[in-house]
């Protein structure tokens, strides 16, 4: 089993400033991409931000120029560092990891996520 826990999410002001992690553990050989995506209150789960184990970032439009998604493959870690927010960044905030696993066997799995509240 594989488990990616994140972190980092709170209330900030707009215009302000968070840094998401999302750790990755368990039965893990490798991990291909990984991913951040989020929900908004009634919304449905949207693309935020990619990163493959080798090769460029794909970003929303809605968070280009703001948003910049990185990882430690030492670590097995990705991060989100999301600058200038919106109160329409609100939402829940999820991270996925595609991981190839000792039994030869590739899967997605995601974490529980974390709540950003952007609010004055």
């Known amino acids: 089993q594989v488990q990616l826990v994140e972190s980092g999410g709170g209330l900030v002001q707009p215009g302000g400033s968070l840094r998401l992690s999302c750790a990755a553990s368990g039965n893990i050989v490798s991990i291909n991409s990984m991913g951040w995506y989020r929900q908004a209150p009634g919304k449905g789960r949207e693309l935020v931000a990619t990163i493959p184990s080798g090769g460029s970032t794909n970003y929303a439009d809605s968070v280009k120029g703001r948003f910049t998604i990185s990882r430690d493959n030492a670590k097995n870690t990705v991060y989100l560092q999301m600058n200038s927010l919106k109160p329409e960044d609100t939402a829940v905030y999820y991270c996925?990891?595609?991981?190839?696993?000792?039994?030869?066997?590739?899967?997605?799995?995601w974490g529980k996520g974390t709540l950003v509240t952007v609010s004055s």
């Open positions: 996925n990891a595609d991981v190839l696993g000792f039994s030869g066997i590739r899967r997605l799995y």
